[in-house]
């Protein structure tokens, strides 16, 4: 991974580079890493977080077709910004 310095700021770059870092997912690989995991352990880990994705994509598509609510957090958010949030629809504003 490269990260180039401009007008010697160190400390751009830095932040650059643990944000590439992170979107990556090098800092939670090297955490994973630390200890020995069984390969036991490892399968049941990927299947939870196999289900936990799925889980998630479900309700993620079930909230854009407006099957159930959307979280408190963007309600809020679209609150704010005086948009609708989807599958809002209420007539008055």
Not at 5 to 20: C, E, H, S
Not at 47 to 52: F, G, S, V
Not at 74 to 79: F, I, Q
Request: a positive charge; aromatic letters at 4%; glycine letters at 4%.
């Amino acid at each position: 991974m490269q990260v180039l310095v401009r007008d010697n700021n160190i400390d751009q770059a830095l932040r650059v580079l643990k944000k590439r870092m992170q979107r990556e997912g090098i800092f939670r690989e090297m955490r994973d890493r630390r200890f020995y995991e069984k390969p036991s352990e490892a399968r049941v880990r990927e299947k939870q977080d196999a289900i936990r994705r799925s889980r998630k994509a479900a309700r993620k598509l079930a909230q854009r077709e407006g099957l159930v609510p959307q979280s408190r957090t963007k309600l809020r958010a679209a609150a704010t910004r005086g948009v609708r949030p989807a599958g809002d629809t209420s007539a008055s504003r």
